[in-house]
C-alpha cells in the first residue's frame, strides 16, 4: 500500500495572522469617516502649547487646550494665530469664560461647556420631589 500524502487544498486566501500587533484602522476609518484630519506646522502648534504652558505651568494641560483652540480654529475657518491673538487680548480673569465659549462653537447646544442651565420646574412637580 502506498503512503498517501493529503495534499492541501488550493487557495488564494491567505490564512488570518492572529498574533500581528498592527492595530487594525477600521475603527479609526468609521469614526474619523466626516471628519478633515487638522494639520498645522510645528511652529503654529509650539507658539500656541507655549502660551498656554505659560498660563498654567502644566505641559500636558497646554498641550490639550493647544489641540482643542487649534482644531476649533480650523474646523471654523479661523487661523490658529489670529485666534491666540485674540486669546492674548482677554484679561487674565476672563480666560477660562473666553475659552469655554470658544469650544462652545464647535458644540451641539446640549453639551456647552461651563454653562449652568437651570431647567424650569412645575411648581406642581417641585412639591412632590424630595430634598
Do not use: W
Request: no cysteine; hydrophobic share 40%; proline share 5%.
Amino acid at each position: 500500500m502506498a503512503n498517501l500524502v493529503r495534499a492541501k487544498n488550493p487557495t488564494n486566501i491567505d490564512a488570518v495572522n492572529l498574533n500581528t500587533l498592527e492595530p487594525r484602522d477600521t475603527v479609526k476609518y468609521f469614526n474619523n469617516y466626516f471628519d478633515v484630519p487638522v494639520e498645522v506646522s510645528s511652529n503654529i502648534d509650539s507658539v500656541i502649547v507655549a502660551y498656554f504652558e505659560n498660563l498654567t505651568n502644566d505641559t500636558e494641560s497646554a498641550r490639550q487646550l493647544a489641540s482643542a483652540v487649534i482644531y476649533t480654529s480650523v474646523k471654523q475657518g479661523i487661523s490658529p494665530l489670529e485666534t491666540l491673538d485674540q486669546f492674548r487680548k482677554v484679561p487674565l480673569g476672563d480666560l477660562d469664560t473666553y475659552t469655554a465659549m470658544f469650544l462652545n462653537f464647535d458644540r451641539v447646544g446640549t453639551s456647552y461647556l461651563g454653562l449652568t442651565n437651570t431647567p424650569l420646574i412645575n411648581k406642581y412637580v417641585e412639591r412632590s420631589i424630595l430634598p
